[in-house]
């Protein structure tokens, strides 16, 4: 609840800002004159831009289990099926957390996530091929890095911060489409909507903005990672969460699909700078190189 409440009020101070520099400019009126009702653009930017982050984080856990055919643990069928619920139900306790549902998913490549739209609801998720390819402790540390992806409420956070772009994407590619629209016209015609060259500005900006929002999303991805590490290391060992991360460098698997790539403990290997700007995640010799930086426990 802190983070809607922190984010609606930086998104309420961005807008007043706007709506200031909008009518020292005299922007506002000369919009207007182009049928653009900027309080009724904003509020229909808002509406499209949060309406499809939050449905998304909605719908994450049954589109998690869905895409990745996840099996929810009841009872446990073996003992490393306990042993998964034990470790998570610890990692919980010592969070304040309530105990999530946690899954297994069948598959060779090394990955985990956590998902859902609420702390408490949460689903941890590890694939068939981690449970193979690690040790326990290394499984726990994976397991603590992934709660403390709950714990600090990344999924809702990024929910948040995509929505705020999301709408400023939709609502200044019209302001500035409006405003392209009208010089290329010779400011001669003066009617509701636009011509060619708003629509065409329109769909251009948004593709442009777009990029521009997703660079921004990406960063405070690879930044709650980070945190992500530190948390998995606090619960399960520093050492432990070093090791596991070793273990996905070594492995090089492949990243889960789609929405679920920036909820996986990785996102695959990476090469080039501008494959690395969009990365969802830090490469994981940063994120080895970080932890080994922390200092050690007393």
């Known amino acids: 609840m802190k983070r809607i409440v922190l984010f609606a009020a930086v998104n309420i101070a961005v807008l007043a800002v706007i709506t200031v520099i909008v009518e020292l400019l005299g922007l506002d009126r000369y919009l207007g004159g182009y049928g653009l ?20 984080l909605a719908l994450s856990k049954w589109m998690a289990k869905t895409a990745m055919g996840v099996r929810v643990i009841g009872q446990p069928q073996s003992g490393a099926e306990e042993a998964l619920l034990q470790t998570v139900r610890a990692h919980a306790a010592r969070l304040g957390l309530a105990m999530p549902e946690v899954g297994i998913f069948d598959s060779p490549t090394l990955n985990a996530f956590a998902t859902g739209a609420r702390r408490n609801r949460a689903l941890v998720a590890v694939s068939s091929g981690l449970l193979e390819s690690m040790h326990e402790s290394e499984v726990q540390a994976v397991l603590g890095h992934e709660m403390t992806h709950v714990a600090n409420g990344d999924m809702v956070t990024l929910a948040l911060l995509q929505g705020v772009l999301n709408t400023f994407v939709i609502f200044l590619a019209r302001i500035v489409g409006t405003l392209i629209d009208s010089l290329m016209s010779g400011g001669r015609e003066r009617r509701e909507g636009g011509g060619f060259f708003y629509f065409a500005t329109v769909i251009v900006l948004q593709i442009v903005f777009g990029v521009l929002a997703t660079l921004i999303v990406m960063a405070y991805s690879r930044h709650r990672e980070y945190r992500a590490d530190a948390g998995g290391a ?43 700007l969009f990365m969802s995640h830090p490469p994981l010799e940063q994120r080895i190189a970080a932890l080994e930086a922390l200092a050690p426990p007393l």
């Open 37 to 56: 009702d900027l309080p009724g653009l904003l509020a229909l930017s808002a509406v499209f831009g949060f309406g499809g982050a939050f449905i998304s």
């Open 234 to 276: 606090r619960l399960a060992g520093r050492e432990n969460m070093i090791d596991a991360l070793r273990v996905l460098q070594r492995a090089e698997g492949e990243p889960l699909p789609g929405q679920l790539q920036a909820f996986g403990i990785h996102d695959g290997a990476s090469s080039g700078l501008l494959r690395r």
